[in-house]
DNA sequence: GTTAGTGCAAATGATTTGCACCGAA
DNA sequence: TTCGGTGCAAATCATTTGCACTAAC
């Protein structure tokens, strides 16, 4: 069973329809495992499969995905959201260059640690986010203004 | 040297001038300090000081204060943008209920322990965010849905 | 056949901008 | 006096929504 398949299983127990924009949509997604895309990219490379694709349903679909866990949706900076695919088994973080908007990943993850260190039991933690910025060598190189 | 002083040097310090609104804008924030405010509250405790406050000053102050390093923009899960201003004293993050969007201050924070394992030299750091998110009791208890 | 999904165009809502006037230095 | 700051109204731009039509199950 590939990923893609176990996700459209997912997509089917909460109910959606399989449409071929959906399952493109999906690809899309999976192609740019761990790496985030703004919805504009996510619509671009959509068209390129399935050529009426349009802006609403792309979002219409993010939503959902966003709903049931699969993507990440992040907002760097107050600028427009970016969505990742959510690979369940490598749990990670970003790196963000504040210059190009570059990411990479970091594996490592402090939470369970703070959790430790927290002791908050009336609190249910459901969701995290942790992301360095900076700037990368050719950024700098540039001496960004600022 | 009181800290609204200390602020208004730092304004002065970057060519700013010091205008009344300007000064208002500060005492909200400082009123407000470990404490998100989203640009209509600030917008709206600034106006009961300051009657005819107006919505582009205050974006315009705003961006003015994250560029010099005074306040933090942040946006939670694609809401409208947040700001808060920076205590030097007393750097924190936050754990934010995802149901009523209350926020509560976490003393740790795990940047340097990051920092240790990531060695990561062609990067230059200069920021980071880190959130919990969850449901705190009252948002529990009813069961929000999601 | 029923219900969810889609395309389109129009609406929304936060944030930004152009411009003429105002006030701090 | 000279810039930076402000108010206002209009513009922008990402995202959302209403509605009639279409496709998945």
Redesign the pocket.
């Given at each position: 069973m590939t990923i893609q398949n176990q996700i459209e299983q997912k997509l089917?127990d909460h109910?959606?329809?399989?449409?071929?924009?959906?399952k493109t949509i999906l690809e899309v997604l999976l192609k740019n495992k761990n790496h985030f895309l703004?919805?504009?990219e996510i619509y671009l490379q959509t068209k390129e499969k399935?050529a009426?694709?349009?802006?609403?349903?792309i979002?219409?679909?993010?939503?959902?995905l966003e709903n049931i866990e699969m993507i990440h949706k992040i907002?760097i900076h107050?600028a427009?959201?970016q969505y990742e695919f959510i690979s369940h088994n490598s749990h990670h973080h970003h790196i963000i260059c504040k210059g190009c908007g570059k990411t990479e990943l970091i594996d490592f993850c402090p939470l369970e640690e703070i959790l430790d260190k927290l002791n908050h039991p009336d609190f249910t933690f459901t969701d995290h986010k942790f992301e360095l910025y900076g700037y990368c060598t050719s950024c700098k190189e540039k001496t960004c203004k600022k």
């Open positions: 089917k109910g959606y329809k399989l449409t071929l924009q959906r703004s919805a504009e399935y009426q694709t349009n802006f609403s349903t979002y219409r679909n993010l939503e959902i907002n107050g427009t959201s």
